[in-house]
C-alpha cells in the first residue's frame, strides 16, 4: 500500500485524531475501568474508556443520566478510585504514584469546578482563592494575595473581593469557584456540570469564560447537560453504558 493510500485525508479525520498530529497528549486515560459493588451486585460505570486530552481544548462531555460522566471526573479527580486501567499526564504515570504524590500531582496540575459552586462560607472571596493557594504553598502569602485579587480580576468580580459568598449570585460564586480553580495555575480544569444549577445567560458567561481560559492555553474537560455546547467546545465526546464516544 502507498503513503498515499495509508494517509487520510485532513477531512476525514476526528478533530481528536488531527490535533494528535501535532500534539502530545496533556493527559491520557487507557482502559479505565470502574466497577462498583452494590448488593444488587456489580455495576460497570466505565468499561474501559480511552482518551486524550490536547493542550488548550475545550472538551464537552456529554450523556444520558447514569452513563458514567461523573465517575470519569472523579477517577481524574481522585474523589474516587480506579479499577482498572491507567492514567497518564504529560506522559507520566499517575496511576501509579503514592497516594500522597497524587494528592501533591492534583495539587499543581488539576483544577476542579464542581455545580455547587463549594466555595467556603465563612471565608470572603479573596481567602477562598488564597486558601487553594495556601494548601499548595504556592507563592509567598502576599503574592498569594495579590494573585487571588488578579484572579477575581480576571473573572470579572474584582469589586466583590471582601464579601462572603452569600453576598453575590449563584453565576458569580462559579465564577469565583473557577478562580480557586485556577489559583495554583493547573494546566487542565475539570468542571462537573459547572452550569447545571445556573440559568442559561448565566451559563453562556461561563462557557465564554472557559473558551478565554483555552484561548491561553489551559485544557477543559466538562460534562455539561447544556444544548448548544457545540457553540463553545471544540470537541465533544459522550459517554453511553460506560463508554465513550467522539461525536
Ligand atoms: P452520570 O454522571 O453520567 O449521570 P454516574 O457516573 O454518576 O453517571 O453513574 C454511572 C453508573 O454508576 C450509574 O449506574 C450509577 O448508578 C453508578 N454509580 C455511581 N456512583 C456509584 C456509587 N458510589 N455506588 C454505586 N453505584 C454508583
Redesign the pocket.
Known amino acids: 500500500m502507498s503513503l498515499f493510500e495509508t494517509t487520510p485525508s485532513v477531512n476525514t479525520l476526528t478533530k481528536a485524531e488531527s490535533l494528535s498530529m501535532t500534539n502530545a497528549p496533556l493527559l491520557e486515560i487507557r482502559n479505565l475501568r470502574?466497577n462498583?459493588?452494590?448488593p444488587a451486585g456489580v455495576?460497570e460505570?466505565?468499561r474501559g474508556v480511552n482518551l486524550k486530552l490536547y493542550p488548550a481544548e475545550f472538551v464537552a462531555v456529554v450523556?444520558?443520566?447514569?452513563?458514567?460522566?461523573?465517575?470519569?471526573?472523579?477517577l481524574i479527580t481522585g474523589i474516587?478510585t480506579i479499577t482498572q486501567g491507567e492514567i497518564y499526564f504529560r506522559g507520566e504515570a499517575v496511576h501509579s504514584l503514592s497516594d500522597e504524590q497524587k494528592t501533591q500531582w492534583r495539587g499543581k496540575n488539576l483544577g476542579v469546578v464542581f455545580q455547587f459552586f463549594q466555595l467556603l462560607p465563612t471565608l470572603n472571596l479573596i481567602e477562598n482563592i488564597k486558601i487553594a493557594m495556601d494548601l499548595q504553598h504556592f507563592l509567598s502569602p502576599l503574592e498569594r494575595y495579590e494573585r487571588a485579587l488578579e484572579l477575581l480580576d480576571l473573572v470579572g468580580i474584582k469589586e466583590h473581593a471582601n464579601k462572603i459568598p452569600a453576598k453575590i449570585s449563584g453565576g458569580q460564586q462559579q465564577r469565583v469557584a473557577i478562580a480557586r480553580a485556577l489559583a495554583n495555575d493547573p494546566p487542565l480544569i475539570v468542571a462537573?456540570e459547572p452550569t447545571g444549577n445556573l440559568d442559561s445567560r448565566t451559563a453562556a458567561e461561563i462557557f465564554d469564560l472557559f473558551s478565554a481560559l483555552t484561548k491561553q492555553g489551559k485544557t477543559i474537560m466538562m460534562?455539561t447537560h447544556d444544548r448548544g455546547i457545540e457553540k463553545w467546545a471544540y470537541r465533544i465526546i459522550e459517554?453511553s453504558d460506560?463508554m465513550v464516544y467522539e461525536k
Not at 450523556?63 to 472523579?74: Q, Y
Open positions: 470502574k462498583y459493588q452494590t455495576i460505570a466505565l450523556g444520558k443520566s447514569g452513563a458514567g460522566k461523573s465517575t470519569l471526573i472523579n474516587d462537573d460534562v459517554i460506560g
